[in-house]
Each structure stands twice: as structure tokens, then as C-alpha cells.
């Protein structure tokens, strides 16, 4: 159960980065693309694995389902971004995270002739209606769907894309094989964004005022803590699966939601000037409700 330790301790660590994701893209990075050229370059320090166990000699088929998953990654990152610049961090991110380890088992099933027992089945039916429940949304304006669903649903279609092919590299390969050329192809799909102009203004900011310039200063002091976080879920989440399904990894995803509503709760409640969501009465007890199906889930996934 090593990887399942590992799991968690991943997710606590993203659930944080997600909340600093959703106040950069608010306070210093008004477009997607700029946030997820920085991950991807961010995610370039994973090539230091290649002094682990890397295969210098793996088959062009490896390299080639590597470099895919890197890039399936990158495309994950943009869609998810958008839709947190759209909607709010505490349904949006749910909702990428029901979608993943459905359309995960389906990839596994069909690609590794993957089947769960009738526990771990149990505990990703939980983990998934857990997290389809939390991710309703409702605002000042209104409750329902808007674009940012699209955009969440299509971010994490290609998140359990990449992971499955993560899946399928390390099954036949080393870990750091798999995640080196990933970091790689990923970098390499991030790079198209520097062809636009208002990417690369935002890449290199030029504050006038006293006030951008502590929002900047801010902004690149959160931005370092971010990418450490979401580092440790890269690295933690990648070698889990390398230990394991991915279905069953990602289902797991349910904890970082719940501890991620924990924060932005708190955080409206207490600093509503550094992050603020908008919360009604029905809303809050919906998501307790959503919380006990996930660690209903975890219960069924650790037994």
C-alpha cells in the first residue's frame, strides 16, 4: 500500500497548489496560456531524474507514449486553467477529477485489459458521485453550468489520457524513462504559446506603480511555493502509478477536493481580500454531503 500513502500525501500537496492556481490566474496572470507555459518550463526540473535509473537505450515506442503523455499533460493544464479562470476552484476542480478516473478505467480496460475487484469499484463509484456532487455550482448570478464545465470535462479527458500512457510506459520501462521524456514533451507542447504576443507581455510583466509592483513581488513569491506543491504531486502521482492502476490513483483524487473547499472556505470567511468564493447554506451542506461519499470511497479503497 506504499503508493496509496503516496497518493495522499500528493493530494494535499495539490490541493493547496490548486488554490494558489486559482489566485494567481486571478491577482497576476489574467490568461491561461501564460500559467501553463510556466508549469511546463516549471516541470522541465524533472529531467534531473535521468541520473535515477534512466534507460538510455529505450525503444522509440517508449520515448514516443512518453513524449505523448507530456504532451496530453500540457493540453490537460491549458483546459484545466480556463475553466478555473472561469468558474470557481471548488467546483471546477471536482468535477476535472470525476472525469479522470472514468475516463481511466475505460482507457485501462480497453488498453491493459484492466479489471477492479468489487471494493475498489465501490470506492471509485463513491469517489466520482462524491465529486460530480461537489462540483455544482452556484454564484451571485446564478447556479448551473456555464462554459468552464467544457473546459474542466475536456482537461480531464486528456489528464487520464496522459496518465494512462504514463501507465503504459512504466509497465515496460523504468520511472524515470517514462517521466523524463514526459517533462520533455510536454515543455515541447507549451512551447507554441510563446508565438503569442500577449503570452510573452505576460510572461515579462512591467509594473509602474508601487502597487503592481508588490502585486508582482507577491505574485512571484506564491508562484515558487506553487510549483514546489504541484512538483511533489507530479512526482508522487507519476510514481504511484507506476506502482499501480491509474483508475485507482486518480479516483483518489476525491481528499484533494475536500481539503481544497476546507481552504477556500476558510479563506473567504477569514481573508476574503487574498480569496473569496461565494457560498449559500444549500451549498455547503451539499458539499459536507459530497465529502462523506468521498471518504466513504476512501474507506472502500483502503479495505
Known sequence: M?????????QFAQAVALFLDKFLLTKNFPKPAVLTFLTAAANLFGVLFVFWDFNFSASWQIIGLSILSGI?????????????KRGEATHITPLVGAVVPVVSFFLSFLWFGEVLTQNQTIAVVLLVFGALLISFETTR????????????????IFFALSYVLARAVFIDDTFSTGFVWARLGGFIAAL????????RAGLLPKPKTKKQKQTAKTGLIVLVINKGLAAIYFVGMNF????T????????????????????????????????????RTEIIQQIIALL???AGLGFMVI
Not at 506504499?2 to 500525501?9: C, E, G, R, S
Not at 507554441?192 to 503570452?199: E, G, M, T, Y
Not at 504511484?240 to 506502482?243: E, F, K, Q, R, V
Request: avoid cysteine; glycine fraction near 8%; hydrophobic fraction near 65%.
Open 2 to 10: 506504499l503508493w496509496f500513502w503516496i497518493v495522499i500525501a500528493s
Open 72 to 84: 496530453a499533460f500540457t493540453v490537460a493544464l491549458q483546459f484545466l486553467y480556463m475553466g478555473l
Open 141 to 156: 448570478k446564478g447556479s448551473g453550468v456555464h462554459i468552464g464545465y467544457l473546459w474542466a470535462i475536456l482537461g480531464g
Open 192 to 199: 507554441p504559446f510563446l508565438l503569442s504576443k500577449s503570452v
Open 240 to 243: 504511484a502509478i507506476s506502482l
Open 245 to 280: 492502476s491509474a483508475t485507482l490513483v486518480n479516483a483518489l483524487a476525491g481528499l484533494q477536493f475536500a481539503l481544497l473547499f476546507i481552504l477556500v472556505f476558510a479563506s473567504t470567511k477569514l481573508i476574503p481580500k487574498f480569496f473569496n468564493e461565494y457560498f449559500t
Open 293 to 295: 461519499f468521498i471518504i
